[in-house]
């Protein structure tokens, strides 16, 4: 490898109207992007969603009906994948067992038939860089999950490619593992400033090491935001449901502006801020740690419920609240030594209006 300080700039992707089909079947539905140079970027969504599909499109590996696929500015939906500048990490990390570490780094580039003093010179960059230098002589079965996933990120860097495309690369390490790997992964990335893309269907992995992430369902993209957005701000119901725990409570609204309520019951509303967007048919969504137990803050709506259950998380204790007929979740600090709601207890939950959300799907 030619190392980080003649590594060239980044490169930004962009995907301009996608669409694929198998069959009769459409997977890629319009699908447009803009991923910035040296961006983390993750595709987050349910299996079956499409945005693996949407990774071997940009890998090569599939091939769209309709749309544009830009790297650099340049369209590669033409050019196979050898040809595209883009190194992809499998989900399985699909190495040679009966080779050594620093043969299976070494494949790629001895595909290429660089010389053979280049091809020493990047294997020796990518290990180190990984921190598996010190391993390069024992084969696969010899590694820890943690570090087959590392030798098949090195062997990707070592082709040096314009873009990193990762599949889902640590659903196969434990959760310790995972956590691990997931920060050595962002710390690399970070150093090589190369533009990547990650597939996940995992929330807290997309949201601990990306920039952005583009939730996708259903073959098209819900969202695009760093993870505080998306969470803080959803778009519609399915993206505030998938990014954390959420309450999505049914009811109707009433009255107009500036009078405008949510009800969830009959006698129980919550005011909608007069700037507020809420459309006919919303429902009300908001988040556990938005709402607290007891008598309402100032500017604080006070709900009357009853205590239904509680689970302690360590830092929070969650409770189950019923207001009308609905179930809320309602997440309190825990603070050693002091007392906990008890199940049954009648109980108000206050909540601030501008906190809350009124989404549709």
């Known amino acids: 490898m030619t190392g980080e300080r003649s590594r060239p700039p980044a490169v930004a992707v962009e995907i301009r109207g996608v669409n694929l ?32 599909t949407l990774l071997r499109l940009i890998a090569g590996f599939n091939v769209a009906d309709s749309g544009e696929v830009l790297i650099d500015g340049r369209d590669i939906a033409s050019l196979p994948p050898w040809k595209r500048d883009v190194g992809m990490v499998f989900q399985s990390y699909a190495l040679w067992p009966h080779l050594t570490v620093r043969r299976n780094v070494a494949f790629g580039l001895e595909e290429r038939r660089l010389p053979r003093a280049e091809i020493d010179r990047r294997v020796a960059a990518a290990l180190d860089l990984v921190g598996l230098g010190h391993l390069a002589e024992r084969r696969p079965s010899q590694l820890s999950g943690g570090q087959q996933q590392r030798v098949a990120v090195a062997r990707t860097i070592a082709i040096e490619p314009k873009v990193l495309l990762l599949d889902e690369p640590l659903s196969n390490l434990d959760a310790k593992m995972r956590a691990d790997v997931r920060r050595e992964l962002r710390e690399l990335q970070q150093r090589l400033g190369i533009t990547s893309i990650f597939v996940t269907h995992d929330q807290e992995e997309a949201n601990t090491i990306s920039d952005r992430i583009a939730v996708i369902n259903d073959g098209s993209v819900q969202q695009v935001g760093t993870p505080m957005e998306l ?24 009255g107009s502006s500036p009078d405008r309520a949510f009800e969830i019951a009959p006698g129980i509303r919550l005011p909608i801020p007069a700037e507020a967007e809420a459309p006919p048919g919303a429902k009300l969504v908001f988040r556990p740690q938005a709402a607290r137990i007891g008598a309402a803050r100032p500017g604080q709506s006070s709900l009357p419920g009853t205590v239904l259950d509680r689970e302690f998380l360590g830092p929070t204790v969650r409770y189950g609240v019923r207001v009308g007929d609905a179930r809320l979740a309602v997440d309190v600090p825990f603070h050693a030594g002091e007392p906990l709601a008890e199940i049954g207890a009648e109980t108000t939950v206050g909540l601030s209006p501008g906190t809350a959300l009124w989404l549709t799907d």
Do not use: M, W
């Open 231 to 254: 969470y803080q701000r959803p778009a519609n119901l399915f993206v505030a449901g998938f990014l954390g725990t959420a309450n999505i409570i049914d009811g109707r609204i009433v």
């Open 21 to 52: 089909s198998y069959g009769i079947t459409r997977v890629l539905k319009d699908v447009h992007l803009d991923i910035r140079p040296g961006e983390l970027f993750a595709f987050l969504g349910p299996s079956g969603c499409g945005k693996t």
